[in-house]
């Protein structure tokens, strides 16, 4: 029985009562450690990241709080080091495999000073957003090889405090404007990664460089120019294959959370690419419980992960809405006899969502006798579609430096794009492109064969210097698209912050007094 039982309003909590590194001979299927299954628990981890000959896993006792008595041992603080912490201290630390040393002491009765949670993070670019947990700054020893990006512990204590509302209502400003920062194909990998392409400011090509600390710094830099409402990534946040997703992630959203900014995000062809890389639904899992992440799985019966949409409201205590912001899952590559690559379409599922959703919007607000103001809507994804290759397409600024690489299968999503009236279409994946276009010619799938131009079709350009920024021998610059939303003017305009440029590039209204600017 627990010497001090909790309170009926808290809720029985896992403690930690111990953790260690148990080591195999081989990566393949390991063996269990031989310690008790029901107290033990092995964090899904692999140490040296699949590169050894042997493998290495940590794994955490943890005893429910409740089940505690006053005479049983828990993990106070953790260290990693050749020597304990503060030896003169008179805390008797233990050892434990790889460096660890861990302070435990009698149960108190609460758990609040405790260790309740351990996980592990890699790279020396490492770093850990979620509230309340700290990133323990030396790495495991474990005598890996060089380049292995180091095993970092990050830990945990406590019940943790109310989170604050961080998904609180997207709003303009009181002057009636809204802003969004697109960041697109930042490429973070597991380590610091590697950028060959790089250039200076004239052009000339940079010697070899880490990769993610320049994109984690660019965007650093843009947010603190720009200021924005709302963050959009739109996909291939991450590079193919890495051997551990979540510690890529956390170091391209810290700069957002750490600015306190809403974010939201689609994934592209490669963040879920290879054997170790998580799901799309485990990534989602993983950007939902971020702080001032706006993220969503999206219905159970459309096709993929991240189908949702924002609204963003006029100023409190108003809750008519002035904007929707929809965001797709334009899925990955897929085998083809037509083109090499080739990338699979947007759904008949996400496309029926799409216009049921739109509409639905629509009739909520015409049945406001006083809804007369201008509704913007956008849409997000990141492979673009096949209307960007489109020969009628007509490039009204910025540059096309590689050809579209999109979907040979037209499931005419851009058809419902116009019937629908979205003002524009922001897309990832061709790096070296940073066009905004408009579609010459009226659609010959569109039901009511409208002729009204529209949407603004604009790639965001490559903001990651993790990859490619070259094609051919043309090398590129870094650089994100700007959004922004006027209401006052009924106006929607763009523009481009690009590295080493200090004003706004291509900047170009879109929508002026409620109507495409041709």
């Not at 009636?176 to 920062?181: A, E, N």
């Not at 551990?244 to 306190?260: G, H, M």
């Amino acid at each position: 029985m627990p010497s001090t039982p909790p309170t009926a309003a808290a809720v029985a909590h896992p403690v930690v009562t111990d953790l260690t590194i148990c080591i195999f001979p081989t990566t393949i299927h390991p063996p269990a450690c031989e310690l008790h299954s029901r107290i033990w628990h092995r964090l899904e981890k692999e140490l040296y990241l699949y590169t050894a000959q042997q493998s290495a896993w940590l794994y955490v006792a943890l005893a429910d709080e409740e089940e505690l008595s006053a005479e049983d041992l828990v993990v106070m603080d953790i260290s990693v080091g050749e020597s304990p912490p503060n030896p003169s201290s008179g805390h008797l630390w233990e050892s434990r495999p790889g460096g660890i040393w861990v302070l435990r002491s009698k149960f108190s009765g609460k758990i609040d000073q405790a260790v309740t949670e351990v996980d592990v993070l890699f790279g020396v670019d490492a770093v850990d957003p979620r509230p309340q947990w700290a990133l323990i700054r030396s790495s495991l020893q474990l005598n890996a090889q060089p380049d292995v990006p180091v095993a970092r512990l990050s830990v945990f204590h406590g019940r943790g405090k109310p989170r604050p509302d961080t998904k609180a209502a997207l709003r303009v400003r009181e002057e009636g404007k809204f802003k969004i920062v697109q960041i697109s194909d930042t490429h973070m990998v597991t380590g610091v990664g590697f950028c060959k392409d790089a250039i200076d400011a004239s052009g000339k090509i940079l010697p070899e460089s880490k990769a993610d600390p320049l994109t984690v710094d660019f965007i650093g830099k843009i947010l603190d120019i720009e200021k924005p409402d709302l963050v959009v990534f739109t996909g291939d946040q991450l590079h193919y294959d890495l051997p551990d997703t979540q510690s890529a992630l956390f170091k391209l959203y810290a700069p957002v959370i750490e600015r306190s900014i809403p974010f939201a995000a689609v994934f592209g062809n490669h963040d879920s690419e290879g054997i170790h890389a998580l799901s799309r639904t485990a990534q989602m899992s993983i950007l939902q419980d971020l702080p001032f992440s706006l993220c969503e799985s999206g219905p159970e019966q459309v096709d993929g992960i991240g189908n949702f949409y924002l609204q963003v409201l006029a100023p409190a205590p108003s809750q008519l809405p002035l904007s929707t912001l929809y965001f797709l899952d334009s899925h990955g590559e897929i085998p083809s006899k037509i083109r090499n690559p080739d990338y699979d379409h947007i759904k008949q599922s996400q496309i029926d969502w799409f216009t049921y959703t739109s509409q639905a919007q629509r009739r909520a607000r015409e049945k406001d006798d006083n809804d007369n103001r201008f509704h913007l809507s956008l849409a997000f994804l990141h492979i673009p579609l096949p209307e960007f290759g489109d020969r009628h397409l007509s490039i009204r600024n910025g540059h096309r430096g590689e050809p579209t690489e999109g979907p040979s299968f037209n499931s005419h999503f851009y058809d419902a794009l116009v019937k629908e009236r979205i003002s524009a279409l922001g897309c990832g994946h061709d790096h070296v492109n940073d066009f905004c276009a408009l579609l010459q010619q009226p659609s010959q799938q569109a039901a009511d064969k409208t002729t009204q131009p529209g949407p603004w079709l604009c790639h965001g350009g490559s903001s990651g210097f993790g990859g490619y920024g070259s094609y051919g021998k043309r090398h590129f610059h870094r650089r994100m698209r700007v959004w922004e939303l006027d209401t006052s003017t009924e106006s929607l305009k763009t523009w481009k912050r690009v590295e080493y440029v200090t004003n706004r590039v291509d900047e170009l209204v879109l929508i002026e007094s409620g109507a495409v600017v041709e």
